[in-house]
T-cell receptor, first 115, second 114 residues
């Protein structure tokens, strides 16, 4: 079955440490996204990518970095510059058809906590 | 700018009760509108969508009608079940910009008791 796989499901970070969250999709979608979810705040866009080797900052990109070397993969690195990284991180993908009616498909998320 | 406002939760209902979750939006032109559902510990799943005025999206007994005159997309279900307990998100995609501009409401937590 096609879908989006996020790993790990739970991740712990020590102070001053960078951690990388994995996101892989086999839906052949062009666009991929990373969101951060905090209680009571809905989803906030961190980064998105519409094509391989290109990505754009979202609303809360500070302290995060991404790469898009392959169409199916869009890893997110939470750097030590992100002072409040504890959150639930969601990866999504969608086809790029030039219209606004294509829904995004989501992975099951990674919960990041600080030790 | 574009924004989505949902009724604040949590919402607690008894099984077989009628559900309404209000959603209003602000956007330029006529965006596409979506309802997503998030079950505990999982990602979001598309529940239904509507892409133009007066469209009605429906799925699993849930319905929502795109009302441009009131800029609303309220989610309804005639008889909820315990298995409907989840967080529901209303979202819009502006007419221009494609789905990378998806804007979410803050979510409404629904609990259905037997």
């Amino acid at each position: 079955d096609g879908g989006i796989t996020q790993s790990p499901k739970y991740l712990f970070r020590k102070e001053g440490q960078n951690v990388t969250l994995s996101c892989e999709q086999n839906l052949n979608h062009d666009a991929m996204y990373w969101y951060r979810q905090d209680p009571g705040q809905g989803l906030r866009l961190i980064y998105y990518s519409q094509i391989v080797n290109d990505f754009q900052k979202g609303d809360i990109a500070e302290g995060y970095s991404v790469s898009r070397e392959k169409k199916e993969s869009f890893p997110l690195t939470v750097t030590s510059a992100q002072k409040n990284p504890t959150a639930f991180y969601l990866c999504a993908s969608s086809p790029m058809t030039g219209s606004s009616n294509q829904p995004q498909h989501f992975g099951d998320g990674t919960r990041l906590s600080i030790l | 700018g574009n924004s989505v406002t949902q009724m604040e939760g949590p919402v607690t209902l008894s099984e077989e009760a009628f559900l309404t979750i209000n959603c209003t939006y602000t956007a330029t032109g006529y965006p596409s509108l979506f309802w997503y559902v998030q079950y505990p510990g999982e990602g979001l799943q598309l529940l239904l969508k509507a892409t133009k005025a007066d469209d009605k999206g429906s799925n699993k007994g849930f319905e929502a009608t795109y009302r441009k005159e009131t800029t609303s997309f309220h989610l309804e279900k005639g008889s909820v079940q315990v298995s409907d307990s989840a967080v529901y998100f209303c979202a819009l995609a502006p007419l221009q910009g494609g789905s990378e501009k998806l804007v979410f409401g803050k979510g409404t937590k629904l609990t259905v008791n037997p």
